[in-house]
């Protein structure tokens, strides 16, 4: 696909140095251009975006997806210990 854009010629200019500047042609430079403006325009992570009560909901529902487990562990300090000559 092909779109073709109407450029004032000073601006051809300009950005024709900066692309020489680079090392890079016009067109490669362009498309780093139109790259970093995309990436800008991609969604953005929830904790950057949510309110408290959204982030609090999204906990949830992430815990709620985990298994239950029928075992309680035994985090006594004797537990933690054994084996170490204590």
Avoid: C
């Amino acid at each position: 696909m092909s779109t073709q854009l109407e450029i004032k010629p000073e601006t051809a200019e300009m950005l024709a140095a900066q692309a020489k500047e680079l090392g890079m042609s016009s067109d490669e430079y362009l498309r780093s251009l139109l790259g970093r403006t995309n990436r800008q325009t991609e969604e953005r992570p929830l904790y950057e975006t949510a309110t408290p009560d959204e982030l609090a909901e999204a906990f949830r529902e992430w815990a709620a997806s985990h298994a239950v487990l029928s075992v309680i562990a035994d985090d006594s300090r004797e537990s933690i210990y054994e084996g170490r000559g204590e």
